[in-house]
């Protein structure tokens, strides 16, 4: 069965750049949200999507951006990186009309260097 | 503010034994209540899910309770093995459109 996608799995970026995450949720599926987890922490909510629509934000800094396109994919935008940026970043997609359960990604680990 | 805890501190228990995970959580009126289960280094896995006029829910060796009174929900794994050690996080859903996760326990099951 197809899972959520998330690419690239590694990314090592300089301080002060950019990063774009990609996000692929599994076909049918309406909802996209983002996590953040750093080193022994549990995941954050950074922001969701239903529909192509923002719907809620979490704790997502104003430097990050994220948009849902015609397709369903997602890709979150980070800017100006910053040392404690460096995470695992999922994401999940979730069939909302079901709201039973939210598949998660395998992840991007974002290294800051 | 509202919280969910876990406990902080691992769980070490023998194989064969039922290890029991607890979710507190304040100021939510949770819609439903999932747990799942993340390895290192990869994404959470969805186990189960308890709505909020359910007591109890089962899948096989796994058992969830959820006390909306006391604002808890129990995380139960019988006859549990090594290749239960993992960290299992209980997650709340608001009702929006978000999901809340709590920091998780970690489990050691001793062989």
């Known amino acids: 069965a197809a899972g959520v996608i998330q690419s690239p799995r590694h990314l090592i970026k300089e301080k002060r750049e950019t990063a774009t995450l990609k996000c692929y949720p599994i076909?049918?599926?309406?909802?996209v949200y983002w996590y953040q987890q750093g080193p022994g922490q549990d995941p954050q909510f950074l922001i969701s999507f239903y529909e192509k629509m923002q719907s809620d934000k979490g704790s997502i800094p104003d430097r990050f951006s994220a948009q849902q396109f015609s397709d369903y994919h997602s890709e979150l935008n980070m800017s100006s990186l910053e040392l404690g940026d460096s995470a695992l970043y999922f994401c999940?997609?979730?069939?909302?009309?079901?709201?039973?359960?939210?598949?998660f990604g395998q992840g991007t680990r974002l290294t800051v260097v | 503010s509202q919280k969910i805890e876990q406990n902080s501190e691992a769980l070490n228990i023998q194989e064969g034994k039922t290890a029991t995970l607890t979710c507190n959580y304040t100021n939510y009126s949770p819609a439903y209540l999932q747990w799942y289960r993340q390895d290192p280094g990869r994404g959470p896995v969805f186990l189960l899910l308890?709505?909020?006029?359910?007591k109890e829910k089962r899948k096989e060796r796994l058992k969830v309770t959820f006390d909306t009174t006391l604002k808890q929900s129990l995380f139960h794994i019988t006859a549990s093995q090594p290749a239960d050690s993992a960290t299992y996080l209980c997650?709340?859903?608001?009702?929006?459109?978000?999901?809340?996760f709590g920091a998780g326990t970690r489990l050691f099951v001793k062989a």
């Open positions: 997650a709340l859903h608001t009702g929006g459109f978000k999901t809340i």
């Open positions: 076909p049918r599926h309406d909802t």
């Open positions: 999940a997609s979730e069939q909302r009309e079901k709201n039973t359960e939210a598949f």
């Open positions: 308890i709505r909020e006029n359910e």
